[in-house]
């Protein structure tokens, strides 16, 4: 039997690596990212290259897709290897997922079962979740904090014996955001941008290979925003409504939210040290803490929470709640406005 409790990705592949392995895996969360690596590392790793014809089955779920086939596919035994591997991908798209409860209270030795269950978790108190915790190993991708997004990016690369310059990785995280496959295909094409081995990711490269705009991106807009240059924020909506395809009013809303929220949660830390803040807001490192502390110079605790409030309401207008004849761009224009004044 494998590890019953997986902590992170990395538990149950140090544990596959050690040939460490359950009946049944339930992977569920809503980030994605964390599923998909470990999901291919079973594919690349459970069984020999020449096993896997016969072996292998991967099962891509529909609303149609009948429970009883994947449960049919897990009792088959193996051909000419010691075990099989059946992964069932989109699993939340099965309408009676707890059918495979039977299966799972008694699996077969010689089955590995992997379900992949994205976009959410399986809820707890279902039959299945608590069959699996029983018999195997349940390990939820939450999404990743804010916080914890630099760290993402400084490991992906340091892992590639790479490194990245501050403002680089700080331009990235507001750009890209907390999608952690897209941040992972932006980072591929920079490493493979790369003059030399040992170079580090700079601006100068993420604007070049990426089109991020190396003055009107969003670590700019909210550094604009924090430090009420209001000219600077001003220019850069303007470059953002005149280019929404590659700037949707959408992501700068989200990055709002959340610089806002977190300004919030530094006016309520019951410690305001630089140790009880960045417990308090869940972030690594004084520098990610330092923004943080400006931003509550320039916007008392209850302008921010006007401000939140007004976000909100722009959310909705985003949505045609109350929109009128504005097109997003006044939406925008407005909620700018009344941070900013």
Not at 6 to 20: F, G, L, P, Q, Y
Not at 107 to 116: A, D, F, R, W
Not at 251 to 264: G, H, R
Request: proline residues 3%; aromatic residues 8%; hydrophobic residues 40%.
């Amino acid at each position: 039997m494998a590890i019953k409790i997986a902590t992170t990705h990395r538990d149950i592949v140090d544990a596959i690596r050690k040939k460490e392995y359950a009946p049944v895996y339930l992977l569920m969360g809503e980030e994605s990212y964390y599923i998909d690596r470990i999901c291919e590392f079973m594919e690349q790793n459970i069984l020999e290259e020449s096993e896997r014809d016969f072996n292998q089955q991967i099962i891509y779920c529909t609303k149609d897709t009948d429970v009883a086939d994947i449960v049919n596919s897990a009792k088959r035994y193996p051909m000419m290897a010691e075990r099989q591997v059946v992964i069932v991908k989109e699993a939340q798209n099965l309408l009676k997922i707890d059918d495979m409860v039977p299966y799972v209270n008694n699996p077969l030795s010689t089955t590995i079962l992997v379900i992949c269950y994205k976009n959410g978790v399986l809820d707890k108190r279902k039959k299945l979740t608590s069959a699996i915790e029983k018999n195997g190993v349940v390990y939820e991708s939450a999404r990743v904090k804010e916080g914890a997004l630099p760290d993402f990016v400084v490991d992906y690369l340091r892992r590639k014996g790479l490194g990245i310059e501050q403002d680089a990785c700080m331009l990235l995280v507001e750009s890209v955001g907390s999608d952690l496959n897209r941040m992972a295909g932006e980072l591929d094409k920079l490493i493979i941008a790369l003059p030399n081995s040992g170079a580090r990711i700079t601006c100068d490269l993420i604007q070049k290979h990426i089109g991020i705009s190396k003055e009107f991106n969003a670590l700019e807009f909210r550094n604009a925003i924090i430090y009420k240059n209001i000219f600077k924020a001003n220019q850069i909506m303007q470059f953002f409504n005149d280019n929404p395809k590659n700037n949707p009013p959408q992501v700068t809303l989200a990055m709002l939210f959340n610089l806002f929220s977190n300004v919030m949660l530094a006016y309520y830390s019951p410690d305001k040290s630089i140790n009880g803040m960045l417990a308090q807001l869940d972030l690594r490192s004084d520098w990610q803490l330092r923004q943080y502390r400006d931003a509550m110079t320039n916007y008392s605790a209850m302008k921010t929470m006007l401000i939140i409030g007004k976000i909100r309401e722009t959310d909705a207008k985003l949505k045609g709640v109350g929109k009128g004849n504005l097109t997003d761009a006044d939406v925008m224009n407005e909620l700018v406005y009344f941070i900013l004044h």
